[in-house]
């Protein structure tokens, strides 16, 4: 089976730009994670959805960020405009709906903004 | 809020050998999961094993297994016959199972950080 896909793996972008992070969970599965990881935080929670809703995005840093789900097989995390200190991996990871089961990662995106 | 805690940056153990991780949590909760991630340097997140709390069996997987403390609000991870492909970061996790409990997902320790010498 295929695990959860996400695209680009890897993207330099110059501050200001506009990023685009793309990710298409597992089949079958209703919850959907976008977590960002730096050595000074840590792994981060940014936003979760709940059958492509969104039901808690307080961990999106700024207004900067947006994330979308239209669809049960994608979602996008979006940065507009980009500043270094979003430099970080991002991470797309899914479950099955129930509270509890394993949540299970993309490969993640590596992005750095110069 | 539920808080994880890996108090071993790091750890060296020679191939081969046994080595525990460390890490505890804090929770009001009476019934959660507990997981173990590793992450080598490609920084994939594989899932190395799952605990849930109202379960007493340790679990096990291969040459992992854990020792889950649920009143110590411990959970250790070791890993025996160390093999170099078992270098990588360790992050202990916890997930609620109430929808009461705040947001969902994992909550991570800070991660620690293992050494395999040949």
């Known amino acids: 089976d295929a695990g959860v896909i996400q695209s680009p793996r890897h993207e330099v972008t110059e501050m200001g730009q506009e990023v685009t992070l793309r990710c298409k969970p597992i089949?079958?599965?209703?919850?959907l994670f976008w977590y960002r990881q730096t050595m000074m935080r840590g792994l981060e929670l940014l936003i979760y959805?709940?059958?492509?809703?969104?039901?808690?995005d307080s961990g999106m840093p700024e207004d900067r960020f947006s994330a979308k789900m239209p669809n049960a097989s994608f979602s996008t995390l979006k940065i507009q405009p980009s500043e270094p200190r979003d430099s970080a991996v991002y991470f797309c990871?899914?479950?099955?709906?129930?509270?509890?089961?394993?949540?299970?990662f993309g490969e993640g995106s590596w992005l750095t903004v110069v | 809020a539920q808080t994880v805690t890996q108090s071993q940056p790091e750890m060296s153990v020679q191939e081969a050998e046994t080595v525990t991780l460390s890490c505890t949590y804090d929770?009001?909760?009476?019934?959660?999961?507990l997981f173990w991630y590793k992450q080598p340097p490609s920084r994939q997140m594989i899932l190395v094993i799952r605990?849930?709390?109202?379960?007493?069996q340790n679990a096990t997987e291969n040459r992992f297994s854990v020792n889950f403390q649920k009143a110590a609000k411990s959970f250790s991870l070791k890993i025996s016959d160390s093999q170099l492909g078992d270098a990588a970061m360790y992050f202990c996790?916890?997930?609620?199972?109430?929808?009461?409990?705040?947001?969902?997902?994992?909550?991570f320790g800070k991660g620690t950080h293992l050494i395999i010498q040949p």
């Open positions: 089949s079958g599965h209703n919850s």
């Open positions: 996790a916890y997930r609620s199972v109430y929808s009461g409990g705040g947001a969902d997902g994992l909550t």
């Open positions: 990871a899914s479950s099955p709906a129930r509270r509890g089961n394993t949540i299970y």
């Open positions: 605990q849930e709390a109202y379960k007493q």
């Open positions: 929770t009001s909760e009476s019934d959660y999961y």
């Open positions: 959805f709940n059958n492509n809703v969104p039901i808690d």
